[in-house]
Nanobody
């Protein structure tokens, strides 16, 4: 049972990245999924969540209109499309099987000029 994130990297302000989180070992399609992030010296915060079927999403105010969470249940993968990235988006991004202790290892996103 695991979650594996990928897609992080270094990007300039205003740029875009797409994070992926591949799930295995559980029935992905019946679980809500979430993306969190943790910046240096700050607490981990919820960025976005999506229900099992993908029909309902929620976002932190700080990313609304810039980030999009989606999922492909056939591929057991949840995505986070991040556009118009800002310096303040720099953090380690984690996916989580919502409401459980199952987390991925994280992927670093650095926004810098």
């Amino acid at each position: 049972v695991q979650l594996v994130e990928s897609g992080g990297g270094l990007v300039q302000p205003g740029g875009s990245l797409r994070l992926s989180c591949a799930a295995s070992g559980f029935t992905f399609s019946i679980h809500s999924m979430s993306w969190y992030r943790q910046a240096p010296g700050k607490e981990r915060e919820l960025v976005a969540s999506i229900n099992s079927g993908g029909s309902s999403t929620n976002y932190a105010d700080s990313v609304k209109g810039r980030f999009t969470i989606s999922r492909d249940n056939a591929k057991n993968t949840v995505y986070l499309q991040m556009n118009s990235l800002e310096l303040e988006d720099t953090a380690v991004y984690y996916c989580r099987k919502s409401g459980t202790s199952l987390w991925g290892q994280g992927t670093q996103v650095t926004v810098s000029s």
